[in-house]
Each structure stands twice: as structure tokens, then as C-alpha cells.
T-cell receptor
């Protein structure tokens, strides 16, 4: 299967600071990347979908000014959590898909964010 | 609305066989995916079905019936490492993945 990396794997930050998470597709061109959030013992929640070179599409209830997504190249997307608060503490997972819409999404290993 | 149903939790014995069911109601259908997710880790891809029938891949098999809106994941010769959550996801007419809540599978010795 395709390889997707995510960095950092774990981050602890103070309330009010911003945190950037990187998602990279290592061996394929990711036309579309997805950002998910997962709270303990809950299912995946899609936050936004981003296509290379265009603005991300956010799911209902997700603040686009708080969760900034950039997909500047076919191998890199970033999620920036701005002015993080303790309730933003969660497991953030990205996934990537190639150029055809029906293709499989491959997931990065996830980033565990803890906001103090 | 769109809906994916799968059991919340199942328990099975090491060495046995277990079948995890998934039923779905979605606006359109462009395939069904199964993912495995170990606690604290991201999901990993297991299988993709878009045509009716059984797809076998080692100890894991996945079945699809589009007319019934039904799929199952069959795990044979269960090992302790198979303890995980199994996520069913359907790709709808907009090529969006609709996720089930996952089935937590507990393997006992």
C-alpha cells in the first residue's frame, strides 16, 4: 500500500499557541488529502477535504479560521490549529488519495495533540 | 440520510473465525472499504469491494451484496494481534467516504 507520513507524532502545547501538523504522501501524488479528528473511543470525524492548489472544503461545524489547511503541493498538506485550547486536544489523522476519486485513502500515523 | 451500521463490539476466541457485519444506506455507491484500527493508532486499509461477491486476502475476506446494502468482513484463524476496531466505510455518489462507528473486536485466548 501507499505510504503517508505525519509529523509530529505527538505534541504538547500551551493554550493560546498555534500548532502545525504536516502530512506527506511519500510514494504517490496525493491529489486529495483529508483531515480527521478522533476523540478517545469515538469514531473518525472528517474535518476537511483539500485538493492540491485549491481551498479546503470544511465539514459543517468545523471552523475554517481555527483549523487552517494548506495543500500547496501534490505531496504535502498542513493543518494548523490556531489559538489552541484544551478542548482541541485530540488525535488528528490525515489521509491521502491519488488522482481518481474512487481510489483508496491511505492514512498517516496520526498526531496526538495535548493542549495544556 | 446516510447511515452505516455495524456492531459496537464482538468477542471471539484465538484460532476461531469471526464475521463482522456492516449494513449501509447511502446516496449512491462507489465501493465499500474495510479498515483496521489498533488502539491509539491510525486506520490501515484492509479491503475494497465494489462488485458483489467475496474478495479473499489471506486470513481476511470481505463480502458485498449491493442489492441488500450489506457487507461482512471475515477473519479466520484469529490471532491475538487481530484485537482492534474494524471500520466499515462506504463511498457515496460524491466519492465521499461515509464511516461506520467501528466494531471493537476482542480476542480471548
Amino acid at each position: 500500500g501507499a505510504v503517508v507520513s505525519q509529523h509530529p507524532s505527538r505534541v504538547i502545547c500551551k493554550s493560546g499557541t498555534s500548532v502545525k501538523i504536516e502530512c506527506r504522501s511519500l510514494d504517490f501524488q496525493a491529489t486529495t488529502m483529508f483531515w480527521y479528528r478522533q476523540f478517545p473511543k469515538q469514531s473518525l470525524m472528517l474535518m476537511a477535504t483539500s485538493n492540491e492548489g485549491s481551498k479546503a472544503t470544511y465539514e459543517q461545524g468545523v471552523e475554517k479560521d481555527k483549523f487552517l489547511i494548506n495543500h500547496a503541493s501534490l505531496t504535502l498538506s498542513t493543518l494548523t490549529v490556531t489559538s489552541a485550547h484544551p478542548e482541541d486536544s485530540s488525535f488528528y489523522i490525515c489521509s491521502a488519495r491519488g488522482g481518481r476519486a474512487h481510489e483508496t485513502q491511505y492514512f498517516g500515523p496520526g498526531t496526538r495533540l495535548l493542549v495544556l | 440520510g446516510q447511515n452505516i451500521d455495524q456492531p459496537t463490539e464482538m468477542t471471539a476466541t484465538e484460532g476461531a473465525i469471526v464475521q463482522i457485519n456492516c449494513t449501509y444506506q447511502t446516496s449512491g455507491f462507489n465501493g465499500l472499504f474495510w479498515y483496521q484500527q489498533h488502539a491509539g493508532e491510525a486506520p490501515t486499509f484492509l479491503s475494497y469491494n465494489v462488485l458483489d461477491g467475496l474478495e479473499e486476502k489471506g486470513r481476511f475476506s470481505s463480502f458485498l451484496s449491493r442489492s441488500k446494502g450489506y457487507s461482512y468482513l471475515l477473519l479466520k484463524e484469529l490471532q491475538m494481534k487481530d484485537s482492534a476496531s474494524y471500520l466499515c466505510a462506504v463511498m457515496d455518489s460524491n466519492y465521499q467516504l461515509i464511516w461506520g462507528a467501528g466494531t471493537k473486536l476482542i480476542i480471548k485466548p
